[in-house]
């Protein structure tokens, strides 16, 4: 069962729970209100939606009626209704109906002008709709909303305001009873706006607000002064509110403003508030300004003296034109009262100051929070380049010859100029030449390639076969390990390496004799970092590794070699823990690759077709790793 918006079928005034003590005070201060003037009110904010206006002929003159009815949307989502009457003296009263707040005001007209609805739901509150029309001699306003809600109003002068909060916390489900609905209400009154005190329930029409903040003092246990300029009458219908909120809500409706001391708190408005903090910087600038100046000398350790000067001195951007000097641009430095003066001496690395005791104390104070030793962090690098190479290389030479006389000569060799020799000869000698001629060595790069040969020799028949083969196997590991200690936030780097000369070459044309030039690249191990330490205690790099080689060098003829570099590079920033190593980049390559030279249709016939075709085979690992590691050196005061 859904808890209902109303807190008490009972009339609103029965919701009155303030104690006899203070219902006692109320009402003699109201027998004697009758005779205090009520201060002017102060007009509310434009309104976001405004109905309309009552004619100016019937405000000036006649009854009292509703001149004004205007509609916006308040903080947290509120809808907030203001009605303005033509005069004083309305008398509001505001009850919940389901989910309907309808405002009877018994004793004000409505004018036809504004009995019109009024559709809200732009507004994105509680509040749908507001209809106003007339009821007998006065009016009515109802105002239907849509989800949960909690209504407050309060009074002041010839304006009635009625809030609307959504609820954003749910009541006792389950239970009717007054006491269930009202500590729920006062849950949601609390978690909507962010108040802590405790609910109270006010409803005075006309009551002097000097009693209002009594009532409030009683309540919150607090020593409320009320300067004598606090005058006036308000008019509150609050249910179950903090009553720090309805503090505020007073001091709003009346342009009061407060200012509390430990339980004490002083009321007054607002331009006599403003006026007293005014004059209260008045006072104490003109006492520092009789001070006598006095001279403090700081010493710096850990920093540099036209540093902290120019930090100092250039806080609001301004300061002295160099580190060892000082001006009338200094007046304005918030960490420096107008008549001080602060000096840096380059050569002993020093502060000197000069001003009051309350500001050289201060200064000295906050020097001394610069000026400490910072953190410092060892960063080893570990740089791995891992190589492994396969490469294997099949193949075979053979050759056949050979010579028949007869009727007619038949010859067989390797090629058609020794067959045409021997057949134009007169010495019978077998012709040479290989018939296939594929040896191994695509692949590999041996110098001597291993083989075995077979040789048949007849009277007029000889065969020649050769096969080859080679396999290579390599494996190598490239480590590079570079360190270096830098200070927090502060960048170092390390490097290591050498200048690789080569030549360059210059005119040569029109006539002009071409003329070489020597220049050098830098192949570089490099490490370069900016450590940032963390409250947390890790470490925060900003990093750039560098690693050249010469891979080979290009012979340019008449002009000499130039190098070839193999470049390996990583810019990154990274989060590590301290002592962590991390790796902060990687490059895999793998190369695989195989080729296949053959005869056509011999190199294809089984186990025979090896003889005429040569096979290789390469593969061919590389792999990169980079990794990280920082340790923080601590070395800072704690």
């Not at 108040?195 to 000097?210: E, K």
């Amino acid at each position: 069962m859904t808890a209902s918006n109303a807190h008490s079928p009972l009339p609103f005034r029965r919701l009155a729970t303030t104690r006899v003590c203070s219902l006692g005070l109320a009402i003699g201060l109201l027998a004697a209100a009758g005779s205090v003037t009520a201060a002017t009110a102060i007009p509310s904010p434009a309104s976001a939606a405004v109905v309309g206006n009552a004619d100016p002929a019937r405000q000036a003159v006649g009854a009292l009626e509703i001149s004004k009815i205007d509609f916006k949307r308040g903080d947290d989502g509120a809808g907030r209704l203001i009605l303005r009457f033509n005069g004083k003296g309305a008398m509001p009263d505001l009850r919940n109906q389901g989910s309907s707040v309808i405002v009877d005001v018994g004793n004000a007209a409505l004018p036809a002008a504004l009995q019109r609805p009024l559709n809200v739901v732009d507004f994105a509150t509680p509040v749908q709709r507001v209809d106003a029309h007339s009821a007998g001699a006065g009016s009515q306003l109802v105002l239907s909303t849509n989800g949960a809600f909690e209504s407050l109003a309060y009074q002041t002068g010839d304006e009635y305001v009625v809030e609307i909060v959504p609820r954003t916390a749910q009541s006792a489900v389950g239970s009717t009873s007054p006491a269930a609905i009202a500590g729920g209400s006062a849950k949601v009154a609390t978690a909507a706006r962010a108040y802590s005190g405790r609910p109270v329930t006010f409803n005075f029409q006309d009551v002097p607000v000097r009693t209002v903040l009594q009532l409030i003092a009683e309540e919150s246990n607090l020593n409320i002064v009320a300067s004598d300029t606090v005058q006036g009458n308000v008019t509150l219908r609050l249910v179950n509110v903090p009553w720090d909120q309805a503090l505020e809500i007073v001091l709003r409706a009346k342009g009061l403003d407060q200012r509390r001391d430990g339980g004490v708190v002083w009321v007054a408005p607002q331009p006599e508030l403003a006026k007293f903090e005014q004059d209260k910087e008045d006072a104490r600038i003109a006492i520092d300004n009789r001070v006598d100046l006095i001279t403090d000398y700081v010493q710096i350790n850990y920093h540099s003296a036209s540093a902290i000067f120019k930090a100092l001195t250039e806080a609001k951007g301004i300061g002295g034109s160099s580190g060892g000097g000082s001006g009338s641009s200094q007046q304005e430095n918030g960490f420096l009262s107008p008549r001080g003066r602060l000096v840096a001496d380059e050569r002993t690395n020093t502060l000197m100051i000069s001003d009051i005791p309350k500001k050289v104390a201060q200064m000295r104070e906050l020097i001394n929070v610069i000026d400490r030793p910072v953190d410092q962090v060892l960063i080893e690098g570990r740089i791995v380049i891992a190589t492994d190479t396969f490469a294997r290389d099949l193949g075979a030479r053979f050759g056949v010859a050979g010579t028949r006389t007869g009727d007619r000569t038949q010859i067989i060799g390797g090629n058609i100029e020794d067959n045409v020799n021997i057949g134009n000869g007169d010495d019978r000698v077998l012709p040479g030449g290989l018939n296939v001629n594929m040896p191994a060595g695509s692949f590999t790069s041996g110098g001597v390639i291993p083989s075995l040969a077979y040789t048949l020799l007849g009277r007029n028949f000889n065969l020649d076969l050769e096969l080859s083969a080679l396999q290579e196997e390599g494996r190598g590991e490239v480590i590079s390990n570079p360190r270096i200690i830098t200070a927090n936030q502060r960048e170092g780097y390390i490097r290591q390496g050498k200048e690789i000369g080569y030549v360059t070459i210059t005119g040569g044309t029109a006539g002009q004799a071409a003329t070489p030039n020597v220049q050098f690249k830098d192949v570089l191990l490099e490490l370069k970092v900016t450590p940032t330490i963390t409250n947390d205690g890790r470490v925060f790099l900003n990093l750039n590794v560098k690693k050249d080689e010469v891979e080979r060098y290009i012979e340019l003829a008449d002009y000499g070699t130039v190098p070839e570099i193999s470049k390996r590079e990583i810019n990154t920033a990274v989060l590590v823990e301290d002592g962590q190593t991390v790796v902060i980049g990687g490059v895999y390559e793998f190369t695989d690759r195989s080729s296949v030279a053959k005869v056509p249709f011999l190199g294809d016939i089984p186990f025979l077709g090896n003889l005429f075709k040569k096979k290789g085979r390469l593969k061919d690992k590389a792999e990169l790793l980079i990794f990280i590691t920082p340790k923080i050196l601590t070395v800072a005061k704690r």
